[in-house]
T-cell receptor
Framework: AQSVTQLDSQVPVFEEAPVELRCNYSSSVSVYLFWYVQYPNQGLQLLLKYLSGSTLVKGINGFEAEFNKSQTSFHLRKPSVHISDTAEYFCAVSDVTGNQFYFGTGTSLTVIP | DADVTQTPRNRITKTGKRIMLECSQTKGHDRMYWYRQDPGLGLRLIYYSFDVKDINKGEISDGYSVSRQAQAKFSLSLESAIPNQTALYFC??????????????FGPGTRLTVL
């Protein structure tokens, strides 16, 4: 089975500053990796995903993430955050069969004006 | 129209009552999932189904049951609700496309409170 650790439960950051949300995973097999965002009172929506190929993945709203196999990490980054980026962010992993997804505990990003 | 819908969106009930949460999807996906979300615990898988005749237990299935009435419908039941089942419940779907796995698509959630 796989597992995901999101190291930071809360990340406050000032508007227009860069941000990195950390995600580490554990798996004995090849994996697919995902970042989801949950805005207040809404469901989860996909930000970006890594299936194969380039280790730098670009997603919606200016976010990107880099897959690092040796460090088993998939950190999410944005060079300049906006107030509208305030949300809960979840990292998720699955094996290549996609039978199950395993989610991290989430990181609450708060952008301060 | 939303691709994955959940009803009801909010529900308050009493301990011991039977509750059913419903999920419908128009994405044509075979795979459907039920999760619960609790603060600080993220999403935990309750049950999942890969087609109408396939039902599998997830990480936290005790106290829950499901029914896959059709490809597009997947219901979650709490036979006798208890307060620690108070949570936000999400339905999700996924399919398999070119190159393999697609991501999961989530409904808007059902907020359940058990008094």
């Amino acid at each position: 089975a796989q597992s995901v650790t999101q190291l930071d439960s809360q990340v406050p950051v000032f508007e227009e500053a860069p941000v990195e949300l950390r995600c580490n995973y554990s798996s004995s097999v090849s994996v697919y990796l995902f970042w989801y965002v949950q805005y207040p009172n809404q469901g989860l929506q996909l930000l970006l995903k890594y299936l194969s190929g380039s280790t730098l993945v670009k997603g919606i709203n200016g976010f990107e993430a880099e897959f690092n196999k040796s460090q088993t990490s998939f950190h999410l980054r944005k060079p300049s955050v906006h107030i509208s980026d305030t949300a809960e962010y979840f990292c998720a992993v699955s094996d290549v069969t996609g039978n199950q997804f395993y989610f991290g505990t989430g990181t609450s990003l708060t952008v301060i004006p | 129209d939303a691709d994955v819908t959940q009803t009801p969106r909010n529900r308050i009930t009493k301990t011991g009552k039977r509750i059913m949460l419903e999920c419908s999807q128009t994405k044509g996906h075979d795979r459907m999932y039920w999760y619960r979300q609790d603060p600080g615990l993220g999403l935990r898988l309750i049950y999942y189904s890969f087609d109408v005749k396939d039902i599998n237990k997830g990480e936290i299935s005790d106290g829950y049951s499901v029914s896959r009435q059709a490809q597009a419908k997947f219901s979650l039941s709490l036979e006798s609700a208890i307060p620690n089942q108070t949570a936000l419940y999400f339905c999700a779907t996924s399919g398999t496309g070119t190159g393999g796995l697609n991501e999961q698509f989530f409904g808007p959630g059902t907020r359940l409170t058990v008094l």
